[in-house]
């Protein structure tokens, strides 16, 4: 674990029990059975997308969402019989537009709800391996099988399993073409590492903030990194070798070059090509791509891994302002952690 992880960690730690997961090993760790409830299927509007939960250890004791309004509630209740039964439930909810606003489905839809039981000398355990994936931004994919509860927890690195492996590229929990079982995708946050604390920087950290995207802005000039200029939390002053060393650069993670300074850029993107992160791009015109590329093939980097930089970054949009710029950025990640590769 990275020094900047363990931070994390205790940070968590220390903070209110505002998930649903935190809540169950609390309560769990206090000797208390949990109903865990799951979103498995959505249709139409629903806020809360398959994988979404809510732990419930009692009627007034529950947190995390499944949807809002009276579902919440018929799942509390329902959440109580599991408890008491051991007996997994499927709950399926259709709200119709005049009724969808007080149900929390803005314009009507249906959504199936799975609960199961928790038991504090059975589950601890598992819910400790999920926190210390969690931790170590390592992906699984839970399998339950919806008529038993049964489960098998997948390595999402070392699956040889398709399904499983879409789950995970996609970070996308679903039900399985069988219909039997729930694949349950635990993916790490999709993280942006950019580096070069531009005006662009700060319109695409935003952004990508709201978007529900981990951002961490990585620059030498601590003038440019500054807490005056983006979120304190978010700034990592430094060279880029230096910085690196307190993360890495996963499967979850896009790398973006901001700062138009050849060798503060080469260096980040030099440690970015030897990474397995999902997405590179690097800020400039096809001139300045090329004498990139150049610099690049002398250090010894094939035309298949300079290939992984898109360049000039974000896409075709027309853009010309910072923000235009910054959101063809975001977009283009967007669609590198959604889309399927061609």
Same mark, same amino acid.
């Given at each position: 674990m990275t020094d900047l992880q363990a931070d994390q960690v205790a940070s968590k730690t220390d903070a209110p029990l505002t998930n649903a997961r935190a809540a169950a090993r609390a309560w769990l760790e206090a000797g208390r059975p949990v109903a865990m409830a799951t979103v498995i299927d959505t249709w139409g509007s629903a806020p809360v997308r398959a994988g979404g939960q809510l732990a419930i250890a009692d009627i007034?004791?529950? %947190?995390?969402?499944?949807s809002g309004g009276c579902v919440e509630a018929d799942v509390i209740a329902a959440g109580m019989d599991v408890?008491?039964? #051991?007996?997994?439930?499927?709950?399926?909810f259709g709200i119709a537009d005049e009724t969808a606003w007080r149900s929390g489905l803005a314009c009507g839809g249906k959504i199936r709800v799975y609960v199961t039981r928790l038991d504090?000398?059975?589950?601890?355990?598992?819910?400790?391996?999920?926190?210390?994936?969690?931790?170590?931004?390592?992906?699984?994919?839970?399998?339950?099988?919806?008529?038993?509860?049964? @489960?098998?927890? $997948?390595? #999402?690195?070392?699956? *040889?399993d398709s399904a499983i492996a879409?789950?995970?590229?996609?970070? $996308?929990?679903?039900?399985?073409?069988?219909?039997?079982?729930?694949?349950?995708?635990?993916?790490?946050?999709?993280?942006?590492?950019? =580096?070069?604390?531009? $005006?662009?920087? %700060? $319109?695409?950290?935003?952004?990508? *903030?709201?978007?529900g995207y981990d951002v961490k802005v990585i620059?030498? @000039?601590t003038a440019f990194a500054s807490?005056?200029?983006?979120?304190?939390? %978010?700034?990592?002053?430094?060279?880029?070798e230096e910085c690196f060393k307190k993360m890495t650069a996963d499967p979850f993670s896009a790398v973006v070059t901001l700062t138009h300074v050849d060798h503060i850029d080469d260096e980040a993107l030099s440690i970015a090509l030897k990474s397995p992160c999902r997405y590179i791009g690097a800020l400039g015109?096809?001139? *300045?791509?090329?004498?990139? =590329?150049?610099?690049? %093939?002398a250090a010894g980097f094939t035309d298949a891994d300079i290939a992984r930089i898109n360049a000039p970054v974000g896409l075709d949009i027309e853009a010309e302002t910072a923000g235009e710029i910054a959101t063809s950025i975001l977009a283009q990640i967007i669609s590198a952690f959604r889309k399927a590769p061609e």
């Open positions: 007034d004791e529950f %947190q995390g969402s499944v408890i008491e039964t #051991g007996k997994p439930e499927i709950l399926s504090p000398k059975t589950d601890l355990e598992f819910i400790k391996r999920l926190d210390d994936a969690t931790a170590n931004r390592s992906p699984l994919v839970i399998a339950t099988r919806l008529s038993d509860g049964a @489960r098998e927890i $997948h390595d #999402g690195t070392a699956t *040889t879409e789950a995970v590229r996609r970070a $996308h929990s679903a039900v399985d073409k069988s219909g039997e079982t729930f694949l349950h995708a635990l993916t790490p946050p999709p993280r942006i590492i950019i =580096v070069g604390a531009t $005006h662009i920087a %700060q $319109h695409l950290a935003t952004m990508a *903030t709201a978007a620059d030498p @000039r807490p005056a200029r983006f979120d304190p939390s %978010q700034i990592i002053a430094g060279w880029p015109s096809r001139k *300045t791509h090329a004498k990139r =590329v150049a610099r690049l %093939q």
